[in-house]
């Protein structure tokens, strides 16, 4: 959630380094500063909250150094004040560091250096690795460099800057994402990717454990123990444009709007003469046959989607799935062994909770499977299987399209299990392929007429709670678009399993309460119907969301929403469109920073 960016080479550091920052800001942040060496001295700014304050800070005054690292800090040790954000320098302003992570054992270094006389200015535990390479400082950049990794504990992506070494920024990695973009005399350093892509769509991709020696034109890599490192170049492939809003007046609704090709983009690579493939799976019966246990981890939004993924897979596979919040299942002793497959779901490939869990299941000897948006992420890199959704870049803190293409990815992974372990046959498998084909059209149908959504939208967003009901699948769909609407507009919001709401949550459906009621799965019909009936009796304004050809709805409810017909598996990927334009639409009505909503950051890689 905090961004890096650095840069060396011919021009004005400052000017890459705030553009950097800037399309770094939708990872979420709470202070921002920049440190450029400029020869006789190390210009450093900094500012607490947007990026704006520091610009406005710099205004008259920029710097004119071609060296320079600049970062957008989450507060996690300390709160958020320019002293406490980087870049940190040791007692004399030698050395200057940026950092994202967390160093686990700063408080034991504190009082070592402290001791050895040296003086703290922050309350974070990044300063500490700025003193310590004062400390092991003798000469030689990267021998010091190479001597702090070797004391620090945690995570991180670490940028080092020397006033005594003008020619170059070295980079370390554990568990952090790091970039090294390749430019015409100069060289940039980022912990995204779109920070660089207007620059450079060469770029080298660090691993756990690489330490990168960057000057203007060269880049070399050593490992912690010195010794070199060949690295391939990383081709990217997004345009700058992709990462840009396109028109639109905020990335999620952009985001929203490309669900149909981020949907098609995933499932094209699969169907290959109308079965499913996974050829970097390349699973057997008897691979499956060895699993006996199945688990899917995952946060937020991830999580919501591995609801519906254990939908999937128990109703094609016929083995039993479990989903766990990654924070929970790694804490709780899983019982996982070399006969479990576990599933870790996440889109940026770089959540902690998730590469966590990921690596205590490792641990542990499970079979890993990554499904993640971020090829090269941690994640990915971790994981014994990988399998790609093709959303493209999400900007927005709000997950709209990571969410369908990681649904329509899990189905068709269930349907690729089962027709390894023949728990489908060949004409279901089929008709259901025939579906899956038709869901990107779908979407964009169901996107197509945004008028009463927005009306709707008016009226609940001056609503201080909204309950979301459903049964089956409808639940788990009610879950991600309560989250959607919490996040974005602050509006209390609510998903309730609807057979549930008698043993309780019934007591706070009284006249005016808003109900946005699911019911799109044709099993439980009926039953859902009633549980309607009993919120509408109570003088709830409901709003239900249907298939079309549902004739019953509209007889009960004012306000209905449809979404195209198809088998009750795939309906989650129409039914939460309306649900995420709603959640934009009551954001919009009460004025929230959409794309930036108040104490999230879009990827969340601190415990
Ligand atoms: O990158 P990940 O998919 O691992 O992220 C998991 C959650 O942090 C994320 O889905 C979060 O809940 C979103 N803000 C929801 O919109």
């Known amino acids: 959630m905090c961004g890096i960016v650095g840069y060396i080479g011919g021009k004005r550091a400052i000017d890459f380094l705030l553009d950097g920052l800037t399309k770094l800001e939708y990872r979420g942040y709470d202070s921002a500063g920049v440190a450029v060496n400029c020869g006789d001295n190390i210009f450093v700014e900094k500012a607490v909250g947007r990026l704006d304050s520091l610009k406005q800070k710099l205004k008259n005054n920029l710097p004119l150094g071609n060296i320079g690292i600049g970062h957008t800090r989450w507060a996690t040790h300390g709160r958020p004040s320019d002293t406490n954000a980087h870049p940190h320098s040791d007692c004399h302003g030698k050395f200057f560091v940026v950092h994202n992570g967390i160093i686990e054992n700063y408080l034991k270094l504190k009082q070592d250096l402290t001791a050895k006389g040296h003086k703290f200015i922050s309350d974070t535990d990044t300063e500490v690795v700025a003193h310590l390479l004062e400390e092991s400082y003798h000469g030689d950049f990267l021998l010091a460099v190479r001597d702090v990794i070797s004391k620090i504990e945690g995570s991180y992506s670490l940028v080092f800057m020397s006033k005594e070494n003008p020619d170059v920024l070295i980079c370390a990695k554990q568990d952090n994402p790091l970039v090294v973009g390749i430019g015409e005399n100069e060289n940039f350093v980022a912990s995204d990717i779109p920070a660089i892509i207007s620059y450079t769509r060469k770029t080298y991709i660090l691993n756990d454990g690489e330490i990168a020696i960057v000057q203007k034109d060269s880049v070399q890599f050593v490992n912690r123990q010195g010794l070199p490192i060949n690295k391939k170049i990383f081709n990217v492939t997004w345009n700058a444009a992709a990462a840009e809003k396109g028109g639109y007046e905020h990335f999620m609704l952009k985001e929203i709007h490309e669900q149909p090709k981020a949907v098609r983009n995933t499932i094209s690579p699969h169907i290959k003469n109308n079965s499913i493939h996974f050829d970097e799976l390349n699973w057997n019966a008897d691979f499956l046959k060895n699993i006996d246990k ?93 399998i790609h959704t093709a959303a493209g870049p999400e900007i927005a803190v709000a997950s709209t399209k990571a969410y369908t293409t990681q649904l329509i990815l899990m189905f068709m992974l269930a349907l690729y299990m089962a027709q390894i372990s023949k728990t489908v046959s060949d004409s279901d498998a089929e008709r259901l392929i025939e579906q899956l084909k038709k869901i990107p059209a779908q979407i964009s149908e169901t996107l197509s007429d945004v008028e009463p959504i927005k009306t709707f939208a008016q009226i609940y967003g001056f609503n201080d709670d909204v309950f979301y009901i459903g049964r089956s699948l409808d639940y788990c769909v009610a879950l991600e678009g309560a989250l959607k609407l919490k996040e974005i507009s602050y509006i209390h919001a609510e998903a309730y399993a609807a057979g549930e709401l008698k043993h309780g949550t019934l007591a706070l459906i009284v006249e005016g309460v808003p109900v946005i009621a699911l019911a799109t799965q044709k099993s439980v019909y009926e039953k859902t119907l009633s549980n309607i009936k009993e919120v509408k009796a109570r003088d709830a304004i409901v709003i239900g969301i249907a298939a079309e050809g549902d004739t019953s709805l509209s007889n009960y409810l004012d306000h209905v929403i449809f979404v195209p017909e198809t088998d009750e598996l795939l309906i989650p990927l129409l039914a939460v469109v309306p649900l995420q334009l709603l959640a934009y639409y009551a954001a919009i009505t009460r004025g929230c920073d959409v794309d930036k909503p108040r104490n999230l950051a879009k990827s969340v890689t601190v415990e």
């Open 294 to 386: 199945i688990y899917i981890v995952a946060c937020g939004t991830a999580y919501h989607a591995g609801l519906v993924g254990k939908f999937y897979i128990e109703k094609l596979v016929r083995k039993l799935v479990e989903v766990d919040l990654a924070s929970e299942f790694r804490y709780r002793a899983p019982i996982v062994d070399e006969n479990t497959l576990v599933i870790v779901v996440s889109q940026s490939g770089e959540t902690s909770d998730t590469l966590a869990a990921l690596k205590e299941s490792k641990r542990l000897g499970a079979k890993t499977l990554a499904v993640t948006n971020v090829v090269g992420s941690s994640i990915a890199r971790e994981a014994e299987f990988v």
